[in-house]
């Protein structure tokens, strides 16, 4: 069975009519909207970097901050939604500023829990760049919590992966903390 006649038995098993004019092309379209909510699973880390590193002799923190996040929760189904901040230590090696975006995409735009997405992103980062230390910090909005169960409206997750120096150094951990206003 295709996904769109799977939603269909989705619209039926809700008690609704898929007949009726406003469902008529729903199947399709939500087919088409859950495989582009997904499409990181069709993409590979060496695809999205694809040869965007450059030499550089720079051994200071690089961070991109606020980067948007959209992902679907494992669980439910539903949109978690919010930001990510990775930071990381070049040995050598930096990537192209739109490829951490990226990376954070590919693996957002997949079936996740918060703590694997941020640890993913994480040891992807420390792969492709060999860094002496990655830090990313992920805070989300779940609809899950927001929408159903405990309702909770304002309610953030925050999750966060230390590789390396982020890991072994409380200074470096709180210079990076403190840089997306995460410290205490
Ligand atoms: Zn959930």
Same mark, same amino acid.
């Given at each position: 069975? %295709? !996904?769109?006649?799977h939603?269909?038995? #989705?619209?039926?098993?809700?008690?609704? =009519? *898929?007949?009726? /004019?406003?469902?008529?092309d729903t199947p399709?379209?939500?087919?088409?909207?859950?495989?582009?909510?997904?499409?990181?699973?069709?993409?590979?880390?060496?695809?999205?970097?694809n040869?965007?590193?450059?030499?550089s002799?720079? =051994?200071?923190v690089? #961070?991109?901050? =606020?980067?948007?996040?959209?992902?679907?929760? /494992?669980?439910?189904?539903? *949109?978690?939604?919010g $930001?990510?901040?990775?930071?990381?230590?070049?040995?050598? $090696?930096?990537?192209?500023?739109? $490829?951490?975006a990226?990376i954070?995409?590919?693996?957002?735009?997949?079936? @996740?829990? @918060?703590?694997? !997405?941020?640890?993913?992103?994480?040891?992807?980062?420390?792969?492709?760049? %060999?860094?002496?230390?990655?830090?990313?910090?992920i805070?989300?909005?779940?609809?899950?919590m927001?929408?159903?169960?405990v309702?909770?409206? %304002?309610?953030?997750?925050l999750?966060?992966?230390?590789?390396?120096?982020f890991?072994?150094?409380?200074?470096t951990? @709180?210079?990076? !903390? @403190?840089l997306?206003?995460?410290? $205490?």
């Amino acid at each position: 069975m %295709n !996904l769109p006649q799977h939603y269909r038995e #989705i619209l039926l098993g809700l008690g609704e =009519d *898929p007949q009726r /004019e406003g469902l008529r092309d729903t199947p399709e379209r939500a087919a088409k909207a859950m495989q582009y909510l997904c499409h990181g699973y069709a993409q590979s880390l060496e695809e999205i970097v694809n040869g965007a590193l450059f030499a550089s002799t720079s =051994d200071e923190v690089v #961070i991109v901050r =606020d980067i948007e996040l959209y992902s679907l929760c /494992e669980h439910h189904l539903l *949109p978690f939604i919010g $930001k990510a901040h990775v930071a990381y230590i070049p040995t050598g $090696k930096v990537l192209g500023l739109s $490829k951490v975006a990226r990376i954070v995409d590919m693996y957002a735009r997949r079936l @996740q829990i @918060q703590e694997s !997405l941020t640890r993913q992103i994480a040891e992807a980062i420390q792969s492709v760049t %060999n860094a002496a230390g990655v830090a990313v910090v992920i805070e989300a909005q779940h609809m899950c919590m927001m929408m159903r169960g405990v309702e909770k409206q %304002n309610s953030q997750m925050l999750t966060s992966v230390m590789l390396g120096a982020f890991r072994e150094s409380s200074n470096t951990r @709180q210079e990076f !903390l @403190q840089l997306i206003g995460r410290s $205490k």
